[in-house]
C-alpha cells in the first residue's frame, strides 16, 4: 500500500468522524436557541387548579382560576381554610388580571365577589375578604402547564383591608402553585 | 362539473376543520366528571403550621364513579412523634363539571399503632373512627389533585360539641 492510499483512507476517516461531531454541535447549538422561550399573557391559558398556604400560620387555600392568554381572569373559584375556619369565594372577573414578562416572571392579582361562610364562627373572616384583592409575584414553568406564585406586600387590599403601610403581615408570606386542570 | 366537486369538498372540510377549531377554542375551559379522579393516588398532607401538627400519608383507590373504594392512612402526630395507622371504612368524591372542584369525605377506622405507645390515637385524637371532609381541585387531567380542608373538617370520635371539627389541613395527591 502506498502513502498517498494511506492518507486518502485517513482524510476519509477524518471525515467520517468530524462531520458528525460537527453535526452534533450545530444541533446543540440549535437546540439551546430553541429553548430560548419568551413567555407572555398567552403563556397562561385554561384552567388551572392551585394550591396556596402560609408558612408560619395553620391557612391555606385550594383555587380554580380560568385563564383567557389576555391577561385577564375569567372566572375562578375558592375555598380558603384559616385555622380550621372555611370561606368559600367566586371571583371578580372585572377586578382580576395576570402579567407574564418575557423572562416568565409576572404578576397575578384575583378579586373576590361573593364570599360565603362554612358556618356562623367565620363570617367576621369571610366579610372581611369580600371584595378584597389578593396580590402575588408568579413565575411560569414548564412552558406555561404549571406556575409558581408568592404573595406579594401588600397581599390584600380593598374590602375590609383599609389604611396604609403593613395592613396585611398575617398574608404576606402565602405561597403555593399552579397546574393546569387539563393536559400535563 | 367533475373537477368542481373535489374543490367543493375541499372548501368544505377547510370549513368543517376551522368550525371545529373554534369549536375546540371556545370550550377551552374543558367540563370535568367523576372518571378524572382515579384510579389510584399516593397522598402527602399536613398542617402548615411553623410547628407542624401532624402530617398524614394516604394510599386512596376510587372506582372513578364517586365512590373511594379503598385507602390507608399514615397519621403522624409530629408533636410526640407518634405514628397511627387507619383504614378507610367508607370514602365518597363529586365533581363540579364547570370548574373540576369538588369535595372528599373519607371516614377512617384505627388499624393499629407502633410501637405500642401510641393509645391516645384511640382514647382521644383523631379517635377509633373519624371522618375528614376536604375541598379539592383537579390537575393535569386528573393526575394531580389539590386539597383544603373543610369546615367541620372532622367529624366522628373526639370531636363534638357545638362547633367540632375546625381543623386545618392542606395537600396534594398524585397518580401512581
Same mark, same amino acid.
Given at each position: 500500500?502506498?502513502?498517498?492510499?494511506?492518507?486518502?483512507?485517513?482524510?476519509?476517516?477524518?471525515?467520517?468522524?468530524?462531520?458528525?461531531?460537527?453535526?452534533?454541535?450545530?444541533?446543540?447549538?440549535? #437546540?439551546?436557541?430553541?429553548?430560548?422561550?419568551?413567555?407572555?399573557?398567552?403563556?397562561?391559558?385554561?384552567?388551572?387548579?392551585?394550591?396556596?398556604?402560609?408558612?408560619?400560620?395553620?391557612?391555606? /387555600?385550594?383555587?380554580?382560576?380560568?385563564?383567557?392568554?389576555?391577561?385577564?381572569?375569567?372566572?375562578?373559584?375558592?375555598?380558603?381554610?384559616?385555622?380550621?375556619?372555611?370561606?368559600?369565594?367566586?371571583?371578580?372577573? /372585572?377586578?382580576? $388580571?395576570? %402579567?407574564?414578562?418575557?423572562?416568565?416572571?409576572?404578576?397575578?392579582?384575583?378579586?373576590?365577589?361573593?364570599?360565603?361562610?362554612?358556618?356562623?364562627?367565620?363570617?367576621?373572616?369571610?366579610?372581611?375578604?369580600?371584595?378584597?384583592?389578593?396580590?402575588?409575584?408568579?413565575?411560569?414553568?414548564?412552558?406555561? /402547564?404549571?406556575?409558581?406564585?408568592?404573595?406579594?406586600?401588600?397581599?390584600?387590599?380593598?374590602?375590609?383591608?383599609?389604611?396604609?403601610?403593613?395592613?396585611?403581615?398575617?398574608?404576606?408570606?402565602?405561597?403555593?402553585?399552579?397546574?393546569?386542570?387539563?393536559?400535563? | 362539473?367533475?373537477?368542481?366537486?373535489?374543490?367543493?369538498?375541499?372548501?368544505?372540510?377547510?370549513?368543517?376543520?376551522?368550525?371545529?377549531?373554534?369549536?375546540?377554542?371556545?370550550?377551552?375551559?374543558?367540563?370535568?366528571?367523576?372518571?378524572?379522579?382515579?384510579?389510584?393516588?399516593?397522598?402527602?398532607?399536613?398542617?402548615?403550621?411553623?410547628? %407542624?401538627?401532624?402530617?398524614?400519608?394516604?394510599?386512596?383507590?376510587?372506582?372513578?364513579?364517586?365512590?373511594?373504594? /379503598?385507602?390507608?392512612?399514615?397519621?403522624?402526630?409530629?408533636?410526640?412523634?407518634?405514628?397511627?395507622?387507619?383504614?378507610?371504612?367508607?370514602?365518597?368524591?363529586?365533581?363540579?363539571?364547570?370548574?373540576? %372542584?369538588?369535595?372528599?369525605?373519607?371516614? #377512617? %377506622?384505627?388499624?393499629?399503632?407502633?410501637?405500642?405507645?401510641?393509645?391516645?390515637?384511640?382514647? $382521644?385524637?383523631?379517635?377509633?373512627?373519624?371522618?375528614?371532609?376536604?375541598?379539592?381541585?383537579?390537575?393535569?387531567?386528573?393526575?394531580?389533585?389539590?386539597?383544603?380542608?373543610?369546615?367541620?373538617?372532622?367529624?366522628?370520635?373526639?370531636?363534638?360539641?357545638?362547633?367540632?371539627?375546625?381543623?386545618?389541613?392542606?395537600?396534594?395527591?398524585?397518580?401512581?
Amino acid at each position: 500500500m502506498n502513502r498517498g492510499c494511506v492518507n486518502e483512507r485517513l482524510a476519509k476517516v477524518r471525515s467520517l468522524i468530524i462531520a458528525p461531531v460537527l453535526a452534533l454541535a450545530v444541533t446543540t447549538c440549535m #437546540w439551546g436557541v430553541a429553548n430560548a422561550r419568551e413567555f407572555s399573557n398567552k403563556s397562561l391559558h385554561g384552567g388551572y387548579g392551585c394550591l396556596t398556604t402560609v408558612g408560619f400560620n395553620g391557612s391555606g /387555600s385550594v383555587i380554580q382560576l380560568v385563564f383567557d392568554g389576555k391577561g385577564h381572569i375569567t372566572s375562578g373559584v375558592s375555598v380558603g381554610n384559616a385555622f380550621g375556619e372555611v370561606c368559600m369565594a367566586t371571583l371578580d372577573p /372585572s377586578g382580576s $388580571s395576570y %402579567t407574564v414578562n418575557p423572562d416568565g416572571t409576572g404578576t397575578l392579582t384575583v378579586q373576590s365577589k361573593t364570599v360565603t361562610a362554612a358556618d356562623t364562627d367565620e363570617t367576621a373572616i369571610c366579610t372581611l375578604v369580600t371584595g378584597a384583592s389578593t396580590h402575588y409575584a408568579i413565575v411560569v414553568e414548564s412552558g406555561g /402547564s404549571r406556575f409558581d406564585l408568592s404573595g406579594l406586600d401588600p397581599f390584600f387590599t380593598g374590602g375590609g383591608f383599609t389604611g396604609t403601610g403593613d395592613i396585611d403581615q398575617v398574608n404576606a408570606l402565602k405561597s403555593g402553585a399552579c397546574n393546569r386542570q387539563v393536559g400535563g | 362539473m367533475i373537477s368542481k366537486i373535489p374543490a367543493r369538498a375541499l372548501i368544505y372540510s377547510a370549513l368543517m376543520a376551522l368550525a371545529l377549531m373554534l369549536g375546540a377554542g371556545g370550550s377551552a375551559q374543558a367540563k370535568f366528571n367523576l372518571s378524572q379522579v382515579g384510579p389510584d393516588y399516593g397522598c402527602l398532607l399536613g398542617s402548615a403550621a411553623g410547628v %407542624t401538627i401532624h402530617t398524614q400519608l394516604m394510599q386512596l383507590h376510587t372506582d372513578k364513579k364517586g365512590k373511594i373504594e /379503598s385507602g390507608t392512612l399514615s397519621y403522624h402526630f409530629d408533636f410526640v412523634d407518634e405514628v397511627c395507622t387507619y383504614t378507610l371504612a367508607s370514602g365518597t368524591y363529586t365533581i363540579d363539571g364547570t370548574t373540576g %372542584t369538588g369535595n372528599a369525605t373519607l371516614t #377512617w %377506622t384505627f388499624s393499629k399503632d407502633s410501637d405500642g405507645d401510641e393509645k391516645f390515637c384511640t382514647a $382521644s385524637f383523631p379517635g377509633t373512627t373519624f371522618t375528614e371532609n376536604f375541598a379539592f381541585v383537579i390537575e393535569n387531567s386528573g393526575k394531580r389533585l389539590d386539597l383544603a380542608m373543610l369546615d367541620p373538617g372532622l367529624s366522628g370520635a373526639a370531636f363534638t360539641g357545638t362547633d367540632p371539627g375546625d381543623f386545618f389541613t392542606f395537600g396534594s395527591c398524585t397518580k401512581q
